[in-house]
């Protein structure tokens, strides 16, 4: 295993590790989704939606030494949400709240358009040595369409080409 693909094992692990430890529900999106269903394109970041409102004082102190920004709400480059950066061991993630508005912004029409978190339509696949609960093949490929930004171009492409 490579360097690179070894850091995003060690963060993928830590987080998954706590999320079960505070029993917060939690889905995969983005990249990592992607690769979970096969995909190719390098990975970026680990991106994650929890709900804020349900994760514990004691998970955010946790995870308070790798955040390197947020929580904030911002709206730009097509999101509308309330996220924070973290780096695990140089592994970049973003967590995102789903207890708040999410949009995206529609890349053709300019319309911002919500994206919904359903927890229970997740899907358990294994990925980079972890089982990890995953945003729907179906889901993941119709807010990356919205999107269309060419890597989730690529990303809908090998989504659609794999299931």
Avoid: C
């Amino acid at each position: 295993m490579n360097d690179h693909i070894s850091r995003q094992s060690a963060a993928l692990g830590w987080i998954v590790g706590l999320f079960e430890k505070h029993l917060i529900s939690y889905q995969v999106v983005g990249g990592l989704a992607v690769l979970a269903y096969g995909g190719t394109r390098p990975l970026n970041d680990i991106d994650v939606y929890i709900d804020f409102s349900q994760a514990s004082d004691a998970f955010f102190e946790e995870i308070r030494e790798t955040i390197t920004w947020g929580p904030e709400a911002i709206k730009e480059l097509g999101w509308d949400l309330t996220y924070l950066k973290a780096n695990f061991r140089g592994q970049k993630l973003e967590i995102a709240d789903s207890g708040t508005k999410t949009r995206i912004q529609n890349r053709s029409t300019g319309e911002w358009v919500e994206l919904p978190i359903d927890y229970e339509s997740s899907v358990r696949r294994n990925v980079l040595g972890y089982e990890i609960l995953v945003m729907p093949a179906s889901q993941l490929s119709a807010y990356k369409t919205v999107l269309g930004r060419p890597f989730d171009k690529q990303d809908v492409y090998e989504l659609q080409s794999h299931h």
